[in-house]
C-alpha cells in the first residue's frame, strides 16, 4: 500500500514557519522593540495593520484565520524563535490572520521600515523570511479558494500569488512596495 501523498504544503512546513536560532534573533534585535502581551491578547487582527513582523521571544501565539461565516481556524501554534507575518507587512496592508497570545509571551517587534532593511541587511536570512511570507501567502489563497467554492463571497484576491512576487521583487531591489495587481503578460 502506497503512504497518503503529502500536500504541498505540508511538505513546506518547515520553511513556512522558519524558527530562528539565537545568533539569528541577536543579529536582527537590533532591528526591532520588545514588547510584551499578556494571555489572551489578540496582537495582531484580521482586518488591522499590524505595528510590524514578530519573532517569538518567549510563549505561545496562536495563529487563526477567519474564513466566510465559520469560527476562525487554527492555522498554527508559534513558539520561541518563531517568525510571525505576512506579506501585508511589508505593504502596511491589513492583516490576513489574528495572533492571540495563549500564555503570557514576549515578542521582538520589527517595524514594517525595518524590516525591508532586516530583507536586505540580512540576506540570507531575509531570503527564508521573504520565501515564507510568500508561503503563507500562497496556502492562504488555496485556503481561500476552497471557502470560494463553498461560498457566495470571495475572501481573498485572486491575484494573491502574484502579488506576493510583485511585492518580493520590489523589495529585492529597493524599489516602491507598491505591487502591480496584473497578471504577467505571456
Do not use: N
Not at 541587511?121 to 496556502?139: D, H, K, S, T
Request: with cysteine.
Amino acid at each position: 500500500m502506497r503512504p497518503a501523498a503529502q500536500s504541498p504544503i505540508d511538505a513546506r512546513h518547515a520553511e513556512m514557519f522558519p524558527v530562528l536560532a539565537l545568533s539569528e534573533i541577536g543579529r536582527i534585535s537590533r532591528l526591532g522593540e520588545r514588547r510584551a502581551y499578556p494571555a489572551g491578547a489578540r496582537i495582531f487582527s484580521t482586518g488591522e495593520i499590524a505595528p510590524g513582523a514578530f519573532v517569538l521571544l518567549s510563549g505561545q501565539v496562536d495563529i487563526m484565520q477567519r474564513v466566510g461565516d465559520r469560527d476562525a481556524e487554527l492555522i498554527v501554534s508559534h513558539g520561541p524563535g518563531s517568525f510571525m507575518g505576512e506579506l501585508a507587512q511589508l505593504s502596511g496592508r491589513p492583516a490576513l490572520v489574528d495572533g492571540v497570545a495563549r500564555g503570557p509571551v514576549e515578542v521582538l517587534v520589527i517595524p514594517q521600515r525595518r524590516l525591508r532593511d532586516l530583507l536586505v541587511e540580512e540576506a540570507e536570512l531575509g531570503e527564508r523570511i521573504m520565501r515564507a511570507l510568500i508561503l503563507r501567502r500562497v496556502a492562504s489563497c488555496g485556503a481561500a479558494g476552497a471557502a470560494r467554492s463553498s461560498s457566495a463571497a470571495p475572501t481573498m484576491p485572486m491575484c494573491c500569488g502574484w502579488r506576493a512576487f510583485s511585492i518580493a521583487t520590489d523589495i529585492r531591489t529597493k524599489g516602491s512596495t507598491r505591487a502591480s495587481t496584473r497578471a504577467p503578460k505571456l
